[in-house]
């Protein structure tokens, strides 16, 4: 079997005709390859450890079949600054010849990095003629970024064309190009992006689909930019409504990554008990990986505010409780330190929705110690829920013990018993 290099020397044919493979290696000599072979000068690259030294186009060739044949390839920065240097010209030259090569590392980094630049370039350019990147998802990349950097320049061509082109498309292509376009409108004038947002027919599931990706593009454009508090103010012109809820929710996953305690602050000025929620549920999912102590107490206090009637109540009673969703993601890290501060908790039924979360990660270690907690939940939906959850851990990993247990335990009665029997059948059923 021949080996990569020997491949990449089939589609080569002359070393002398890939001019492809000439600016890559004048990259990496930090200069232009002719001057390179003029002068006869040996180069060295700083990029991810690979050192090319080439004196003239052979060898450039050769240097660049080793490294498509080895396992080291270019790191992401090096690729970007390479094809951000270069003319549209050769960004374009070099997408054509690289196309003609094996696929695989490096060559596919070299090409989405080569159509980023070209999308940056020339963006309409790029999609007019994107039929032309023969790989389907390189092609919807470099269609999205062309998006973004055209409606920086001009917002009405890069809406238009995603609408003129929507019924070529999949929905959730024209969601991901609404949203990217939407973004990029968004850096220059965030207003015209969200009223280019409320434009946008939400009649069907497919149609609000779209409208949804279109403001969390404009979300996560304004929270790129750094830009929270003006968000917020973007949004609050909405109605309170679900666009509104994505929109915040969206801005707020970002926010949790930068400033978690910001991004508490300002949730706890909100008002309706619904949105306090959904905003809460985005921030844990990402507070509880970086600090989970800490998104745990904010949760559990906000928990009980609402539990106690305060002012951020209202109507929510169809809300999973925010501790619930941090010990949830905490368990799966750190079952011990989890524990540790479910036992600091007094009994409450905030505590005993984390318990079941608890419980349903814990189990999947040691469904029998799992059970001991499920003894500590005082609300007997809540308990039996854990308990099943115990169960059916318990019956998959060990299923003597567990029927040993079921025999010996005096913890429930015969009803009891008979009713877990039951699920665990209709579950197995199922």
């Not at 690729?79 to 094996?102: F, H, I, T």
């Not at 309706?272 to 959904?278: E, F, T, Y």
Request: contains cysteine; hydrophobic residues 45%; aromatic residues 6%.
């Amino acid at each position: 079997m021949k080996s990569r290099a020997a491949n990449f020397f089939v589609y080569l044919g002359l070393a002398t005709a890939l001019a492809g493979a000439a600016y890559w290696a004048g990259y990496i000599h930090g200069g232009n390859t002719a001057s390179a072979a003029a002068t006869n000068k040996k180069n060295t690259s700083t990029g991810a450890s690979i050192t090319v030294v080439a004196a003239n186009k052979t060898a450039i060739a050769e240097s660049l079949a080793g490294l498509l044949a080895g396992p080291v390839h270019p790191d992401a920065d090096s690729l970007d600054r390479w094809a951000k240097s270069l003319s549209l010209q050769e960004c374009l030259d070099n997408v054509k010849q690289l196309q003609g090569l094996p696929a695989g590392l490096p060559r596919d980094d070299l090409l989405a990095a080569l159509v980023d630049a070209w999308a940056k370039k020339d963006p309409k350019g790029l999609l007019t003629d994107a039929g032309g990147i023969i790989a389907p998802k390189l092609r919807e990349k470099g269609v999205e970024s062309a998006l973004q950097y055209l409606a920086r320049a001009s917002p009405k061509d890069a809406l238009d064309w995603v609408s003129q082109n929507a019924d070529n498309a999949s929905n959730a292509d024209v969601a991901r190009r609404m949203a990217e376009a939407v973004g990029g409108y968004a850096t220059v004038d965030p207003q015209g992006a969200l009223n280019a947002v409320l434009a946008l027919s939400d009649g069907t599931p497919n149609d609000r689909q779209v409208q949804t990706k279109a403001i969390e593009g404009l979300a996560d454009s304004m929270a790129r930019q750094g830009r929270f508090t003006d968000a917020i103010a973007l949004f609050n012109q909405l109605p309170a409504n679900k666009l509104q809820n994505d929109g915040l929710s969206a801005l707020v996953d970002t926010w949790a990554q930068v400033a978690p305690q910001n991004a508490a602050s300002y949730i706890a000025t909100v008002q309706d008990a619904g949105l306090v929620n959904d905003l809460g549920q985005s921030l844990t999912d990402v507070w509880a990986n970086t600090d989970p102590a800490a998104a745990a107490k904010w949760a559990l206090q906000m928990d009980l505010q609402t539990a106690a009637g305060g002012a951020n109540s209202g109507n929510n009673n169809n809300t999973d409780p925010l501790i619930s969703n941090v010990i949830d993601s905490w368990a799966k890290h750190d079952l011990n330190t989890a524990g540790e501060f479910l036992n600091q908790l007094p009994p409450s039924p905030t505590k005993d929705a984390a318990i079941v979360s608890f419980v349903s990660r814990a189990a999947q270690d040691d469904p029998a110690a799992a059970l001991k907690w499920v003894a500590t939940v005082s609300d007997k939906k809540l308990q039996a829920t854990a308990f099943m959850q115990a169960a059916k851990q318990w019956t998959r990993q060990d299923p003597a013990a567990f029927n040993q247990f079921m025999n010996t335990t005096t913890a429930l009665t015969d009803a009891q018993k008979q009713a877990v029997a039951n699920a665990l059948q209709k579950k197995a059923g199922n």
